[in-house]
């Protein structure tokens, strides 16, 4: 299974508490940015999880205009970013088990980090700029995670 670990676009510092922060003009941009990016990547996304957070909220309806995606989303608690990315990684193995090709995540720091590295147990917890995605593919029955590439929005601006 494909697990597409994606970020928060940016997202603007001053709200009444960090749960309603909302996305910058600048982090819808490089939501969409990398939404296009992902939607010429061809991978067919079965599943979809979701922080509760506004911010993550606000990248998901980003990224569904662009890229083909389920209607339903599990939001989970679990995703915001003081979460258990141990408790995140047996959800995302046992839906490997049950034969889900491909799930996108949309999360925060420093959980999507964490995430990556529980999931591929030969991994440190990577560094995520905002929008940025990393895709580990996790083995069925062994429930082994490898992490084959992370993109973020500076990489897609820099390649002429």
């Known amino acids: 299974m494909q697990v597409l670990i994606m970020r928060h676009g940016d997202a603007v510092l001053d709200a009444a508490s960090d749960a309603v922060r909302p996305l910058s003009a600048g982090g819808r941009d490089e939501s969409r940015q ?3 990016w992902l939607n010429e ?3 067919d996304i079965e599943r979809v999880l979701v922080s509760p957070y506004l911010r993550a909220q606000q990248t998901l309806d980003v990224v569904k205009k662009v890229q083909p995606l389920p209607e339903e989303a599990d939001c989970l608690n679990e995703l915001t970013p003081g979460g258990d990315a141990q408790l995140v990684s047996y959800y995302l193995q046992t839906l490997a088990r049950e034969g889900v090709g491909a799930v996108l995540v949309v999360s925060h720091l420093p959980l999507v980090g964490y995430l990556v590295a529980e999931l591929c147990r030969n991994e440190t917890a990577p560094m ?3 929008s940025a995605i990393a895709c580990v593919k996790i083995e069925g029955e062994s429930g082994n995670g490898v992490l084959h590439w992370q ?9 002429p």
Request: aromatic content about 6%; charged content about 5%.
């Open 128 to 130: 995520f700029a905002t």
């Open 151 to 159: 993109v973020s929005p500076a990489q897609l601006t820099a390649k």
């Open 34 to 36: 990398m939404a296009c």
């Open 41 to 43: 990547q061809n991978i």
